[in-house]
């Protein structure tokens, strides 16, 4: 076994969670290209933490040697959350576009879209229904998720609370409303997981706070965003995705690959242990950057190029090797379900819709924390195809 390249630096003057935060794709880059080495070491939050870029190594932490490493239980998830099957150690459509000839604004279009599934599915709560209840459980929603992504600071004075406070208020006024739900509304999911023997009584309301959540909503709009992005201005692939499943389920696949809606995950190091080779030692954090591993040149031929095709060729069989939702026994439970629904709305808009960028010259550049998306929000025109047509020739 090799020590981990890098240096752990000093506590406090040491560590490098600001540079991170700010661009976590170009610190992997810089580093990765400065070791020769896809596995390396920095101090992050204060802790001498090893980096996972390489799809071996993104295997051995969340498959083979999961239960060497355990999810940090003083992270911003337990505190959002609470306990949960997530952050819990174990031993193991269409109205969205309604602006006809008008340019949407993607992101935002498909966040709506995401949060109307997850609470119409999860909580029995429909927009057209309920529009006053929908609206403020997608307030909450959105303090909450703030949560994740503030400094976990929990101060209160006279017209003024920290971002992180606000957001535990949130949390306390969406578990009210779940708390209700679950005691009077018998029907759908939330019926459901009011009658399963769950651990204790507030274990239910935990679960469905996290199936309610925006982590939902964020991940759908994101890859929906990068899907519509990556099919602009080409209407071939687009009518191969519409006219082949597979196509389409490979397309998923690169988008998936390129542009990760999350950014990884942590773990501790619950003793020695090695990853890819390299020692990492008890205590020591351990962090997996979903873009780095997903750009792995070992596994990834072209690794920065949008290509559907390598997962009928030399990836074909390989959708493991991605980290989009976490891997192993503590991946995401909702994975299946995330992509039925992205293959719905995806078959949707290929089956009604032309689209392109409006203006056609925007900045793409994208961001990476704390969902991937372009840092300036694209606008995209959707064009409604007739539908009497058969060559898919857009109406006047």
Request: glycine residues 6%; contains cysteine; hydrophobic residues 35%.
């Amino acid at each position: 076994m090799s020590k981990l390249p890098g240096n752990a630096g000093v506590s406090v003057l040491g560590d490098k969670s600001l540079e991170f935060y700010r661009d976590p794709v170009s610190f992997c880059r810089q580093r990765i290209e400065k070791h020769h080495s896809r596995v390396f070491q920095c101090r992050l939050l204060n802790r001498p933490t090893a980096f996972i870029c390489s799809v071996q190594g993104m295997r051995e932490l969340l498959c083979e040697k999961s239960n060497l490493f355990l999810k940090d239980p003083t992270d911003l998830m337990t505190n959002m959350y609470g306990d949960t099957i997530v952050t819990t150690n174990g031993k193991h459509t269409h109205t969205l576009l309604h602006k006809y000839g008008e340019p949407v604004c993607a992101y935002s279009a498909f966040k709506r879209l995401g949060t109307e599934l997850v609470l119409g599915l999860f909580l029995n709560v429909r927009a057209e229904e309920q529009p006053e209840l929908y609206q403020e459980i997608a307030q909450l929603c959105t303090q909450h998720w703030h949560g994740l992504i503030s400094a976990p600071v929990n101060v209160k004075v006279p017209l003024w609370s920290s971002g992180f406070s606000t957001a535990l208020d949130a949390r306390d006024k969406l578990m009210d409303i779940i708390k209700d739900k679950l005691e009077n509304d018998k029907h759908g999911f939330v019926g459901s997981l009011a009658s399963l023997p769950l651990p204790d009584s507030s274990s239910a309301s935990q679960h469905l706070l996290l199936f309610i959540s925006a982590l939902i909503p964020k991940a759908l709009s994101s890859l929906l965003t990068s899907f519509t992005l990556a099919l602009s201005g080409n209407e071939q692939m687009r009518q191969q995705a519409l006219e082949e499943p597979d196509f389409l389920h490979r397309v998923l696949l690169e988008v998936q690959r390129l542009w990760p809606p999350f950014i990884g995950g942590r773990r501790l190091a619950d003793q020695d242990a090695t990853l890819a080779g390299f020692l990492v030692p008890k205590n020591h954090g351990v962090i997996y950057v979903s873009h780095s591993v997903h750009r792995d040149p070992e596994v990834f031929h072209e690794p920065d190029s949008f290509l559907p095709e390598r997962w009928s060729g030399r990836n074909a069989g390989q959708e493991h090797l991605l980290c989009s939702f976490g891997n192993g026994p503590r991946g995401c439970i909702g994975t299946k379900l995330t992509d039925v629904f992205l293959k719905e709305a995806c078959m949707y808009l290929l089956k009604h819709y032309d689209w392109c960028l409006d203006p056609p010259s925007q900045d793409l550049e994208y961001k990476w924390l704390p969902v991937s998306r372009p840092a300036n929000t694209p606008t995209i025109s959707f064009t409604r195809l007739d539908p009497t047509r058969s060559d898919r020739s857009k109406t006047s």
